[in-house]
């Protein structure tokens, strides 16, 4: 297996809401997502109209990161194919994106 090399990595910061949102206009070949260990509460990553699951099936539910949780390497052309949702209105994402 070859491993690629990226030439750009930029690091940002996305404000939560409990309403869901869509990430900011970030051309990528990837990204990591890391919900900071100051966060309250669980942030959810999906697709447009992303939900917190609720014990039902859906298919908006997101992809929980708890406090301090670190997501995989995500191959994606750009943040905003992605949307979050919080908890709480105070908690952040970061993100580390590979062009």
Do not use: H
Not at 37 to 63: C, D, H, M, Q, R
């Amino acid at each position: 297996m070859r491993l690629q090399v990226f030439k750009t990595i930029l690091t940002g910061e996305v404000k939560g809401g409990t309403t869901a949102a869509r990430l900011p206009d970030v051309p990528c070949s990837g990204v990591i997502f890391k919900a900071p260990s100051t966060n309250a509460t669980s942030i959810f990553l999906g697709v447009e109209g992303v939900t917190k699951p609720n014990g039902t099936t859906s298919t908006t539910a997101g992809f929980e990161l708890d406090a301090g949780d670190e997501s995989q390497f995500i191959p994606v052309d750009n943040l905003n194919k992605l949307w979050m949702i919080t908890d709480v209105n105070a908690d952040d994402l970061l993100y580390m994106v590979f062009r």
